[in-house]
T-cell receptor, first 110, second 112 residues
Framework: DAKTTQPTSMDCAEGRAANLPCNHSTISGNEYVYWYRQIHSQGPQYIIHGLKNNETNEMASLIITEDRKSSTLILPHATLRDTAVYYCILRGNSNYQLIWGAGTKLIIKP | DAGVTQSPTHLIKTRGQQVTLRCSPKSGHDTVSWYQQALGQGPQFIFQYYEEEERQRGNFPDRFSGHQFPNYSSELNVNALLLGDSALYLC???????????FGPGTRLTVL
């Protein structure tokens, strides 16, 4: 079973920052937080992952709380093409598989 | 740099038939994982292949089998197809079993 909790859906205005929360209160010390997104009927796209420090790449930023029980994915300037289902996944450093929950459906509105 | 490719894109089969899906990993990747995604749900892990061996298997019956070739490409075989096998089948590749996985576009299988 998935070990993360995400809101079912969220809206965000185009051009604004989209902040997607994820709760993972039972996270273990060796588990990374991964984010993927899936645009309708396409393969999932890797976004970012982190262990305890905040991470940033060309797509997004990942903010992990100090106690690691929750995190936030930030898309700094959302565009209509960012409309997708966003998945927050925990993965141990010796886990072969990704265990997916239901994700958050993010809708970017013009 | 080609990403993960899968073939065919779409496939229609009837109950009881057998199907083979194919995956070529991203350049430089040596590990392939397969997932099944039913409509409206997140992907479910089927199995992972590394060094031509099945490393871990999810909760799927033996009707689902796979293979990895020396060039790291992989096949997923499903025998005795059931209506419930209708889904999007996703292949993901990675450098090693535990690094970030990159997904292909998927194969949409419809079982009638």
């Amino acid at each position: 079973d998935a070990k993360t909790t995400q809101p079912t859906s969220m809206d965000c205005a185009e051009g604004r920052a989209a902040n997607l929360p994820c709760n993972h209160s039972t996270i273990s010390g060796n588990e990374y937080v991964y984010w993927y997104r899936q645009i309708h009927s396409q393969g999932p796209q890797y976004i970012i992952h982190g262990l305890k420090n905040n991470e940033t790449n060309e797509m997004a930023s990942l903010i992990i709380t100090e106690d690691r029980k929750s995190s936030t994915l930030i898309l700094p300037h959302a565009t209509l093409r960012d409309t997708a289902v966003y998945y927050c996944i925990l993965r141990g450093n010796s886990n072969y598989q990704l265990i997916w929950g239901a994700g958050t459906k993010l809708i970017i509105k013009p | 740099d080609a990403g993960v490719t899968q073939s065919p894109t779409h496939l229609i089969k009837t109950r009881g038939q057998q199907v083979t899906l194919r995956c070529s990993p991203k350049s430089g990747h040596d590990t392939v994982s397969w997932y099944q995604q039913a409509l409206g749900q997140g992907p479910q892990f089927i199995f992972q292949y590394y060094e031509e061996e099945e490393r871990q298997r999810g909760n799927f019956p033996d009707r689902f089998s796979g293979h990895q070739f020396p060039n790291y490409s992989s096949e997923l075989n499903v025998n005795a197809l059931l209506l419930g096998d209708s889904a999007l089948y996703l292949c993901a590749s990675s450098w090693g079993p535990f690094n970030e996985q990159f997904f292909g576009p998927g194969t949409r299988l419809t079982v009638l």
